[in-house]
T-cell receptor
Framework: QKEVEQDPGPLSVPEGAIVSLNCTYS??????FMWYRQYSRKGPELLMY????GNKEDGRFTAQVDKSSKYISLFIRDSQPSDSATYLC????????????FGRGTSLIVHP | EPEVTQTPSHQVTQMGQEVILRCVPI?????FYWYRQILGQKVEFLVS????????KSEIFDDQFSVERPDGSNFTLKIRSTKLEDSAMYFC??????????FGPGTRLTVL
């Protein structure tokens, strides 16, 4: 079983829709959960991170972590065509290796 | 806003040649990383660097790879004898903490 699973998509939505992006993981030692946005042929850009369980909101973006289910989500409200990108989840532990493990990314297309 | 920069943006080389990829991390960051991303695949960790030495490396980072911080601003990745399978995007990242990494725009390495 892979450590971090993420559906590659593509996920196609109309402008203004609420988008839900998800990852599952198997390593219960993960404590930090990050979301990155990556435009084509560019470097990943950190959107937000959460520590342990709970929700975190930043503008139109909300990150949610459910450690009991080993499931994390990123919600995008009022999606815009400029949100079209690949969204990567990444996770890291707090003991031993701190290096994040990335999901393969979900391609999101927001059409006008 | 400070950012990580990388040069060159694209490097073409012949198999067996040595290449050096360059990065300028964000100036007050303490941790530096190299990742690679083969087209269509996930971001893979290569190596992390802290306090002028390698702090962690993956099994990908074998003897053909080396890193150096030759001065107070640059951070380099050297690939001694390139193989076809080294063709990928190489990303440098820097951080104050492992869960909050800032990535550069990447160098696309093409090995012919």
């Amino acid at each position: 079983q892979k450590e971090v699973e993420q559906d590659p998509g593509p996920l196609s939505v109309p402008e203004g829709a609420i988008v839900s992006l998800n990852c599952t993981y198997s390593n219960s030692a993960f404590q930090y959960f990050m979301w990155y946005r990556q435009y084509s042929r560019k470097g990943p850009e950190l959107l937000m991170y959460t520590y342990s369980s709970g929700n975190k909101e930043d503008g139109r973006f909300t990150a949610q972590v459910d450690k009991s289910s080993k499931y994390i989500s990123l919600f995008i409200r009022d999606s815009q065509p400029s949100d079209s990108a690949t969204y990567l989840c990444a996770m890291s532990a707090t003991g031993g290796s701190y290096i994040p493990t990335f999901g393969r990314g979900t391609s999101l297309i927001v059409h006008p | 806003e400070p950012e990580v920069t990388q040069t060159p943006s694209h490097q073409v080389t012949q198999m067996g040649q040595e290449v050096i990829l360059r990065c300028v991390p964000i100036s007050n960051h303490l941790y530096f990383y190299w990742y690679r991303q083969i087209l269509g695949q996930k971001v893979e960790f290569l190596v992390s660097f802290y306090n002028n030495e390698i702090s962690e490396k993956s099994e990908i980072f074998d003897d053909q790879f080396s890193v150096e911080r030759p001065d107070g601003s640059n951070f380099t990745l050297k690939i001694r004898s390139t193989k076809l399978e080294d063709s990928a995007m190489y990303f440098c990242a820097s951080s104050l903490a492992a869960h909050e990494q800032f990535f550069g725009p990447g160098t696309r390495l093409t090995v012919l």
